[in-house]
């Protein structure tokens, strides 16, 4: 029997044909279920296996038979059950491998389809019950290929997954994430994705989810997996636990989006309030007033609005509120971090998933979750995670290295020199640089997000960021964004042309770390570097300066001193003026020609003199025996 022939509504409806029809689908997951089947990499339509029309009608009747076989209350035997449930197992079994590619699956993008899958699965009331809760999830055989289904399905349509994310299914898998002890792992990782799904671009139902404790479930979930409790089964050969914890993470980074949201809107108010100054990416200090963001512009100082308040004065704000729901998720997930080894391209999962899911969150507030006991860790390691990405990303451009080997981070020590590469870089091949298929421009800021969000917001952070990221003793013997150590290469950035992100997140790290202070910040970095941004931000004052850009007298970005003495240092590009390169006119040129380039000379002087413009005094004549012009 052809396998792509549809169901007749006599072999759906009659036990009698059920072997006839096991068999059917047997041969057709024997030819197609296997990932390496000819079928399995272009899909049964576009490996020519099938027309769309043909593929359409066999899932309209799978589907058909499913609801069939869940609905039929005549079995009278515990056999006919078994039966009953195994064939439709199969048929959710086929519907899996017909949902690898789009073309064909029209029937199981319908509404009905999608609720006939999350009933199938024990995530709806059932017939005749609407408006009741589901019963307790129960992963069986049946519930979980319907899950996977479900969860395929979802991914291929866009409308499909708007539709899921109304209805109660949502809730009731997310309510299934709350089985203690836990469900086995494979169940875990196809509810999470479901949550995942309804969740990606919904704020509404992030913001349910969170209110109802879902943080709490998806915590607990994680903390299993760590400490190696939640494990594969020996029949889950499917699911890993690095799968199921990336979905979990994933899941957190969608959940955590509103309180992200929370805090650009309460920057918004305090944007427009102080004429823009807080304008972009960067967030302003919260609960910034409009007179103090106001002083704020005045003085190019911007200062938190909590270093005004007292404990006692400063209401919870929005963003922490949501925030808190974070807290065990946020630090268990931090464990994750700790523990897993850095790959080589160390911005790959879970790492790349917790930067993004930290980049969601405030760190004043949840400080007890980012820094248990105190322990500041996470900071150096997010830094490791930098230094080895840029190493990695950009090997043409230079080697990257810390300043301050003998006290930083191990970062320093596997940054090693990548040879003479570095000098035929070009900028523009930066904007080609790809991580994990991600452009750079927009895989790094998310790092480089995190890191200025702790030093706004923590100061011995700030502490530890300034030592490694803009130590005091940077080599200025030669052009900051030339040399090998990693304050060279963030420096660098700041002038690109290309990466564009990456050159304004750069620019939020360093004035976080110089505490808001754009007189300290040019004072590190120099003008020259600094000029374009503090320009598109409104910080130069009528004369192109910036208020307050003498050196500080103390903390990082003072970054003048070398080996105590008073030296000459260029504001413009923060370059020793002694070490800096001034190119020989005459290099390369031969006598004869030098001799040339000097007769323009003096012709050039003479004409100004017959013409007036100046007045050529021999040697020894004129006021004073002193020649001049």
């Known amino acids: 029997m052809d396998a792509f022939v549809a169901l007749s509504e006599q072999q759906r409806a009659s036990a009698q044909h059920r072997p006839a029809v096991a068999a059917q689908l047997a041969a057709f997951v024997a030819a197609h279920g296997s990932p390496a089947s000819p079928s399995a990499a272009l899909g049964l339509v576009g ?76 995530l709806a009331a059932q017939p005749g019950l609407d408006g009741q809760p589901p019963a307790a999830f129960s992963p069986s055989a049946v519930a979980v290929e319907s899950l996977k289904v479900l ?80 494990v594969p089964t020996p029949q889950e050969s499917w699911i890993s636990v690095d799968l199921a914890r990336t979905e979990i993470l994933k899941t ?87 523990q897993t080894p850095l790959a080589r391209m160390p911005l790959v999962p879970p790492h790349s998933h917790i930067i993004n899911f930290m980049m969601n969150l405030p760190v004043k507030s949840l400080a007890e979750s980012w820094f248990p006991a105190g322990a500041t860790s996470i900071v150096r390691l997010l830094v490791d995670i930098l230094a080895a990405t840029l190493k990695e990303c950009f090997p043409r451009r230079t080697s990257v290295a810390s300043t301050a080997a003998s ?63 803009m130590p005091d003793d940077i080599d200025r013997t030669k052009p900051l964004s030339k040399g090998t150590a990693i304050t060279n290469y963030l420096i660098s950035f700041m002038t690109s042309v290309t990466l564009l992100n990456i050159r304004e997140c750069v620019f939020e790290l360093f004035l976080a770390i110089c505490e808001q202070n754009t007189g300290r910040l040019v004072s590190y970095v120099g003008y020259g570097h600094a000029a374009g941004f503090l320009m598109s931000r409104g910080l130069l004052n009528a004369n192109g300066g910036v208020a307050g850009a003498a050196a500080p007298a103390h903390g990082h970005g003072q970054g003048h001193s070398q080996s105590g003495s008073d030296v000459d240092i260029n504001p413009i590009t923060g370059e020793l003026r002694s070490k800096e390169e001034r190119p020989d006119p005459f290099a390369g040129m031969s006598e004869e020609e030098k001799e040339a380039e000097a007769e323009k000379l003096f012709v050039l002087f003479d004409r100004l003199n017959k013409t007036g413009v100046i007045q050529v005094v021999q040697k020894g004549d004129g006021d004073g025996g002193g020649g001049g012009v």
Do not use: W
């Open 47 to 122: 490996g020519g296996v099938c027309s769309a029309s043909a593929k359409a009608a066999f899932a309209d009747s799978l589907l058909a038979l499913v609801s069939r076989l869940v609905s039929d209350d005549s079995t009278d035997s515990q056999d006919s059950q078994d039966s009953a449930d195994a064939l439709a197992q199969q048929a959710l079994h086929c519907l899996r491998i017909l949902t690898r590619e789009t073309a064909g699956c029209d029937p199981l993008f319908k509404q009905s389809s999608i609720a006939l899958l999350a009933r199938v699965a024990g």
């Open 252 to 338: 957190a980074f969608n959940m955590s989006v509103p309180v992200s949201e929370a805090g650009m809107s309460q920057s918004s108010h305090s944007a427009a309030a102080g004429g823009g100054l807080f304008g972009g990416i960067i967030p302003p200090p919260a609960g910034t007033t409009q007179s103090s963001a106001s002083s704020i512009k005045t003085t190019n100082t911007a200062k938190t609005a909590v270093d005004n308040q007292t404990e006692d004065d400063a209401a919870p704000s929005e963003r922490d509120r949501l925030a808190v729901h974070f807290g065990g998720l946020l630090q268990t997930a931090i464990v994750v971090a700790k």
């Open 407 to 469: 006290k930083t981070t191990p970062a320093v020590e596997v940054i090693k020199t990548v040879g003479a590469e570095a000098a035929d870089h070009d900028e523009h091949d930066d904007d080609d640089v790809k991580i994990e298929g991600m452009e750079a421009d927009q895989a790094l800021a998310p790092l480089l997000l995190v890191l200025k969000t702790l030093a706004n917001e923590h100061p011995e952070s700030r502490a530890i960021l300034g030592s490694l990221l």
């Open 151 to 230: 969860s395929n399905t979802l991914l291929q349509d866009s409308a499909a997954r708007y539709h899921f994310a109304a209805t109660p299914a949502v809730d009731a898998a997310a309510a299934a994430l709350s089985t203690r002890p836990s469900l086995p792992i494979g169940p875990v990782f196809l509810l999470t994705r479901l949550v995942f799904i309804a969740t990606a671009g919904s704020r509404d139902v992030s913001l349910r989810l969170i209110h109802n404790g879902t943080c709490v479930h998806l915590a607990y979930l994680l903390k299993e997996m760590v400490e190696g409790r939640l």
